[in-house]
């Protein structure tokens, strides 16, 4: 499928065309491929040959494109997005990682109304320590939870 | 790879290209336009200019104004000082108290990652100091201000330490020079295998000559006209021998897919040929592009794929390999140099504190003092 035909029926932007077609050249050098030979791919095909909206295919395509060129990373962000969420934290306390992973930076954002509230935050905040510890050393590539190459 | 200039007796000296020599009239008498003009082949036109500092400027012709630069030699008087600190130190860096001799700007090598592409985009001419005994003078100063101390030096910050060197025979006294400083030390930095000159002189301990390193699949795609890993690891052993000491500079370690193996391997290769012990350093340091650097690197070099990585834009405005596979890297790294030779010095090359106390586990030592135990390592 040519990536014309493809903006044609989907009804991509300008700006969203740009966006594949530069992801799709660099992939495409990195990979030692043609861009036909990864519009071809099955992961794309079943975007494109998909009943859903034009702009939600496009959104679809541009993500799979993404993790195409970036797979260490996206696969790096998927196993830490699933470990903050296996640490189960409670209302109140929220666990923000760097974009696109560019530092070792983790921020923990705690929300809390009155003293009560609070108390029972940072005693819950305590319970995960261990868990936040080894979410940190995940992200700093310490830990081998975090699987990249 | 290595790119034969001539074929003319006089010209064998030389390994690189050139299109020109421009020699700036002030310096027409020198030794050093002498000695490059005697090595030059007869099929390279030679200029005399008044300003050398116009003949280094880009081109108004041709598309390529840096690799144009590269085959442009000016031989001219620097206007500045010698001295400078590195210009890769910063606060935000644990650095090595690294000091720069500025000889020559530019090289005739032609790395897809080089920094200079953007650092010299206004001067790309490969500018050749004729003044360079006043970096001589400016080193006395340095020593007489400060007796108590030692200094690491090196000229490979903005040129390699030994290219065109067959040609300008600049090491020898430079070598010479710091053979008398006993605070004093050398860095003589390169990619080449040009060690001829500098087995001709003693170095007396205080002269250093180090590597950048990288695996066979980043010097093949993207280290152009620079001598093979194999070659550079030979050459090491070679000057070690001849009583140089001798480093290493894994830097820039590329996080392509199967890296990590290949610098394994390559370290390996380097323990297999020198004794860990008389190693003197190790430093590391990851891919980092300005969005400037990335986009002039990937216009100059658009089907290396050492270019597009998975890096990504960092605090400092550099594009970097995420963190969480750089850090790894480095640490994998760290651990191979230290099984080899647990003493070995292992630094890092602009990373912050941070990271430097995530690979080695330990705040990062003050840059001067680094610099000074680099130095009487």
């Known amino acids: ?149 | 790879v290595w790119i034969a200039a001539a074929k003319s007796n006089d010209a064998q000296k030389m390994k690189f290209q050139l299109d020109t020599v421009v020699i700036e009239e002030s310096c027409r008498a020198s030794a050093l336009a002498g000695r490059i003009l005697s090595g030059t082949p007869a099929s390279v036109e030679v200029r005399y200019v008044i300003d050398g500092r116009i003949a280094a400027r880009p081109l108004a012709d041709g598309r390529d104004h840096f690799g144009a630069g590269k085959r442009r030699m000016v031989v001219l008087t620097r206007r500045g000082s010698f001295l400078m600190g590195c210009p890769a130190s910063s606060a935000r860096f644990a650095c090595c108290g690294y000091l720069v001799l500025v000889l020559a700007s530019n090289c005739p090598m032609d790395c897809s990652y080089c920094f200079l592409q953007e650092h010299l985009a206004n001067n790309p001419g490969f500018q050749v100091y004729a003044n360079y005994a006043g970096a001589f003078d400016e080193l006395d100063r340095l020593t007489h201000a400060r007796s108590g101390r030692s200094f690491r030096i090196g000229t490979g910050e903005l040129a390699d330490s030994l290219a065109f060197d067959s040609l300008t025979a600049i090491s020898r006294e430079l070598v010479g020079y710091f053979s008398e400083h006993q605070n004093l030390m050398l860095e003589l930095k390169t990619k080449t295998d040009e060690i001829d000159n500098l087995l001709a002189v003693e170095p007396r301990g205080r002269t250093l000559v180090s590597w950048s390193l990288s695996p066979m699949r980043v010097f093949a795609q993207s280290e152009h006209h620079t001598a093979p890993p194999e070659s550079r690891i030979n050459a090491a052993r070679r000057v070690l021998e001849a009583g140089y000491k001798v480093g290493f500079h894994l830097d820039p370690v590329i996080a392509y897919p199967g890296a990590e193996q290949d610098y394994l391997d390559l370290l390996d290769c380097v323990f297999d040929t020198l004794p860990g012990d008389a190693i003197a350093f190790f430093s590391i340091g990851g891919l980092r592009m300005t969005p400037g650097l990335r986009s002039e690197a990937r216009r100059r070099f658009p089907s290396d794929s050492m270019l597009l990585g998975e890096e990504v834009l960092g605090e400092d405005g550099r594009y970097r390999t995420f963190t969480t596979l750089r850090f790894r890297l480095f640490a994998k790294l760290r651990e191979r140099i230290v099984k080899a030779c647990s003493d070995l010095p292992v630094y890092l090359c602009m990373e912050s504190a941070s990271a430097y106390h995530r690979v080695f586990g330990a705040d990062p030592p003050i840059p001067a003092s680094l610099g000074a135990e680099l130095a009487d390592h």
Request: a positive charge; aromatic letters at 2%; charged letters at 30%.
């Open chain 1, 1 to 149: 499928m040519r990536l014309l035909e493809i903006a044609e029926s989907l009804k991509m932007r300008a700006g969203q065309c740009v966006a594949a077609l530069s992801l799709l050249e660099e992939i495409a050098i990195r990979e030692g491929k043609t861009i036909g030979e990864i519009l071809d791919r099955p992961s794309l095909r079943r975007i494109f040959n998909s009943a859903g909206s034009g702009p939600g295919r496009v959104r679809e395509m541009l993500d799979e494109l993404r993790t195409l060129r970036y797979p260490r990373l996206t696969r790096a962000a998927q196993q830490l997005a699933q470990k903050v969420a296996a640490i189960k934290l409670p209302a109140g306390i929220k666990v923000t990682l760097p974009r696109d992973l560019a530092s070792d930076e983790v921020r923990v954002e705690i929300i809390a109304h009155g003293s009560e509230e609070m108390a029972l935050v940072l005693a819950s905040l305590a319970a995960k320590a261990s868990e936040l510890v080894r979410l940190a050393a995940m992200l700093s590539g310490v830990d081998r939870g975090c699987e990249v190459e």
